[in-house]
């Protein structure tokens, strides 16, 4: 099995190579060929992927299916934010891609670890749902006090006001838009709200 071991340590003055010889001794007894090791020193797993090179470059070869497992020491070596977490290990699952933390004991070449990303995968959903559920009480919310949802309009009242005059001398709609590099619904809608055109 091709494996890559990921190695971070938060700060400068904190070494992986501690990491690094548990791992190497657990690929050895395992049989895993290790093919590549990635280290993160001094870097806090706070940080995201775009500050993480050596996590960057583990996701990139793991989606060009370069490699088939990633052992890791601790769960918190990945990532310290469980969105960020949730995120990554459903994108490895989905990669086809297995997981083995040392300290938690979880292994998703076993039976019992593939768990784990049926655990992760729920996460995720839940998280959608939160979020889908914020956005509809927000909408309620904003409706209610008489906001205007969507995004603002960029036709001013001068463009409006050139729309209805063109049309009374007797330019289609298309032409209008054309002429006022406008579209073409836009002054659709503007001569319906001014009732020269039926709704």
Not at 164 to 193: D, N
């Amino acid at each position: 099995m091709r494996t890559a071991l990921y190695l971070r340590v938060s700060t400068a003055n904190q070494t992986a190579d501690n990491q690094l010889h548990e791992l190497e001794r657990v690929a050895a007894l395992r049989g895993w060929n290790v093919v590549n090791v990635y280290r993160d020193d001094g870097i806090s797993g706070a940080k995201g992927r775009d500050q993480r090179p050596a996590l960057d470059g583990l996701l990139r070869a793991a989606a060009k299916r370069e490699i088939d497992l990633i052992a890791v020491w601790s769960i918190d070596r990945l990532g310290r934010s469980l969105q960020h977490l949730v995120t990554t290990v459903n994108d490895l699952h989905a990669q086809g891609v297995q997981l083995y933390f040392h300290q938690q004991a979880i292994d998703t070449t076993s039976p019992s670890g593939k768990l784990m990303f049926g655990v992760f995968s729920s996460f995720a959903e839940f998280e959608r749902d939160l979020i889908r559920e914020r956005i509809r009480i927000g909408v309620e919310r904003a409706r209610k006090e008489g906001k205007k949802l969507g995004r603002p309009s960029s036709v001013t009242d001068s463009t409006r006001a050139a729309i209805v005059e063109l049309y009374k001398k007797g330019m289609s709609p298309k032409k209008i838009s054309q002429t006022l590099r406008c579209g073409v619904g836009t002054a659709f809608h503007t001569l319906k709200s001014k009732g020269l055109l039926a709704a």
